[in-house]
């Protein structure tokens, strides 16, 4: 299986249903559970060119009508990124538009020249040539905030682990000596407002929330986004990333 570190579906399951060769100079790119999933922005830019009125496939189209419904955005890194074969109605930006990575853009469709809902993928270089867009999947990705996050939950796990290795009693002691007057619970407020999914191996938010029986809706995400201090919460994947992991260290508080 072909390792992605980009991502351009929002649930970050792609599955590569047709690579990139001299005649099929883009990927076709699937979910993993096979559902219309919402595609987003790989990199930030500008758009281009949208096309949003085509309602059904057509196998008998020629030029830019394969594409069906699509966007094409300039990123700021040089490169051109098409999306195409979007759902009738699902494509939500326009010509101008400044939309940043992790941006939800439209929803995977079969519009155009397509054989099975899916996203087509083309990605140009800065000199304008049709490129492997493998080349922008795997590129590294920015982790100096992920990092940053890393080493505060490990400091919040040792903190953790040392409060649990101590004496009860030695707790109580501490608390009364600085507010007497409290009454003691064992039960911390955090043990019971954090959420926790230590086993989901994938990297989805809303899959991992989903297996634990929370709401994965836009809304409550963006609920559980405030309340853990990620603000203008708007499904980028770089916030989706921070709830994730946040999660799977049962560290994110809930909404």
Same mark, same amino acid.
């Given at each position: 299986?072909?390792?992605?570190?980009?991502?351009?579906?929002?649930?970050?399951?792609?599955?590569?249903?047709?690579?990139?060769?001299?005649?099929?100079?883009?990927?076709?790119?699937?979910?993993?559970?096979?559902? !219309?999933?919402?595609? &987003?922005? @790989?990199?930030?830019? +500008?758009?281009?060119?949208?096309?949003? *009125? #085509? =309602? %059904?496939? $057509?196998?008998?189209?020629?030029?830019?009508?394969?594409?069906?419904?699509?966007?094409?955005?300039?990123?700021?890194?040089?490169?051109?990124?098409?999306?195409?074969?979007?759902?009738?109605?699902?494509?939500?930006?326009?010509?101008?538009?400044?939309?940043?990575?992790?941006?939800?853009?439209?929803?995977?469709?079969?519009?155009?020249?397509?054989?099975?809902?899916?996203?087509?993928?083309?990605?140009?270089?800065?000199?304008?040539?049709? !490129?492997?867009?493998? &080349?922008? @999947?795997?590129?590294? +990705?920015?982790?100096?905030?992920?990092? *940053? #996050? =890393? %080493?505060? $939950?490990?400091?919040?796990?040792?903190?953790?682990?040392?409060?649990?290795?101590?004496?009860?009693?030695?707790?109580?002691?501490?608390?009364?000596?600085?507010?007497?007057?409290?009454?003691?619970?064992?039960?911390?407020?955090?043990?019971?407002?954090?959420?926790?999914?230590?086993?989901?191996?994938?990297?989805?938010?809303?899959?991992?929330?989903?297996?634990?029986?929370?709401?994965?809706?836009?809304?409550?995400?963006?609920?559980?986004?405030?309340?853990?201090? &990620?603000?203008?919460?708007?499904?980028?994947?770089?916030?989706?990333?921070?709830?994730? =992991?946040?999660?799977?260290?049962?560290?994110?508080?809930?909404?």
């Amino acid at each position: 299986m072909i390792k992605i570190v980009g991502h351009v579906l929002q649930n970050m399951s792609e599955v590569i249903s047709n690579e990139y060769d001299s005649n099929h100079q883009a990927l076709d790119i699937v979910s993993s559970n096979h559902t !219309e999933t919402d595609i &987003i922005a @790989l990199e930030n830019g +500008i758009v281009e060119t949208v096309v949003k *009125n #085509i =309602k %059904e496939t $057509n196998h008998n189209t020629k030029g830019n009508a394969t594409y069906g419904n699509y966007v094409k955005i300039k990123q700021t890194n040089g490169k051109t990124a098409l999306y195409a074969h979007m759902k009738y109605g699902s494509i939500n930006v326009n010509i101008g538009d400044f939309v940043e990575k992790g941006t939800i853009i439209g929803t995977m469709g079969e519009t155009g020249n397509a054989y099975g809902k899916h996203l087509h993928l083309e990605i140009k270089n800065e000199q304008g040539i049709k !490129e492997n867009p493998l &080349i922008s @999947l795997n590129e590294p +990705i920015e982790t100096k905030n992920e990092e *940053n #996050i =890393k %080493e505060e $939950n490990i400091e919040e796990a040792k903190v953790k682990e040392e409060t649990e290795e101590t004496n009860i009693e030695d707790i109580k002691d501490i608390q009364i000596a600085k507010e007497p007057n409290k009454k003691i619970t064992k039960n911390t407020s955090a043990e019971k407002e954090t959420l926790i999914n230590s086993t989901y191996q994938n990297g989805s938010i809303v899959d991992a929330l989903k297996e634990i029986n929370i709401d994965s809706s836009y809304q409550n995400r963006k609920k559980l986004a405030i309340a853990n201090g &990620i603000t203008n919460y708007h499904g980028t994947y770089d916030q989706n990333v921070k709830l994730l =992991k946040l999660l799977k260290d049962g560290n994110l508080k809930k909404a």
